[in-house]
T-cell receptor, first 119, second 114 residues
């Protein structure tokens, strides 16, 4: 079974600075997807960025980018020019790529990192 | 295009009562997923449904929990004889299907069992 570990329960960053959130995962599969979701106090789960494991290039979405290290099974999220609206819980998630029976469409989430942005 | 709609947003039930949580997927989405989030935890998969079919219920507790996604109307997650341990946020997500389809989540229903 796949597991996702986020080792930083809480992080803080000064407004306009850069912060990196860590995520490691364990899997025996070679093809899969990785995601970062943001959960603000409103509770909605918002997709921030996604990465296909077969792509070597790191995904980027505006101020958000990832450092995907497949061999190390590491998938960190970098937030540049942090804004007050970035304050939220951030969840790393894993999903299998191909249908292989029960569980293959499931997202496996880490426990989350609470990010605070200091004005 | 409205997003995934869940209601109610908050639900309070006494122990032993039934809880019904509703989810209307995004327009054009025929795949629905239910997840549960316990306090201080990430979301955990419960069940995956397509119209009138349960595809994967490997995350559902064996007793008291059931889910459906009828041909017409919203998907329903039903919890019978609720206990305090059922208190959690329940999230619904939908997708149009296909391996590359991202999930779109609703705002969740927070169930409190007193």
């Amino acid at each position: 079974a796949q597991t996702v570990t986020q080792s930083q329960p809480e992080m803080s960053v000064q407004e306009a600075e850069t912060v990196t959130l860590s995520c490691t995962y364990d899997t025996s599969e070679s093809d899969y997807y990785l995601f970062w979701y943001k959960q603000p106090p409103s509770r909605q789960m918002i997709l921030v960025i996604r990465q296909e494991a077969y792509k070597q290039q790191n995904a980027t979405e505006n101020r958000f980018s990832v450092n995907f290290q497949k061999a190390a099974k590491s998938f960190s999220l970098k937030i540049s020019d942090s804004q007050l609206g970035d304050a939220a819980m951030y969840f790393c998630a894993y999903r299998s790529s191909t249908y292989s029976g029960a569980g293959s469409y499931q997202l496996t989430f880490g426990k989350g990192t609470k990010l605070s942005v200091i004005p | 295009n409205a997003g995934v709609m869940q209601n109610p947003r908050h639900l309070v039930r006494r122990r032993g009562q039934e809880a019904r949580l509703r989810c209307s997927p995004m327009k054009g989405h025929s795949h629905v997923y239910w997840y549960r989030q316990l306090p201080e935890e990430g979301l955990k998969f419960m069940v995956y449904l397509q119209k009138e079919n349960i595809i994967d219920e490997s995350g559902m507790p064996k007793e008291r929990f059931s889910a459906e996604f009828p041909k017409e109307g919203p998907s329903i997650l039903r919890i019978q004889q609720v206990v305090r341990g059922d208190s959690a946020a329940y999230f619904c997500a939908s997708s149009p299907g296909g391996e590359n389809s991202p999930l779109h989540f609703g705002n969740g229903t927070r169930l409190t069992v007193t």
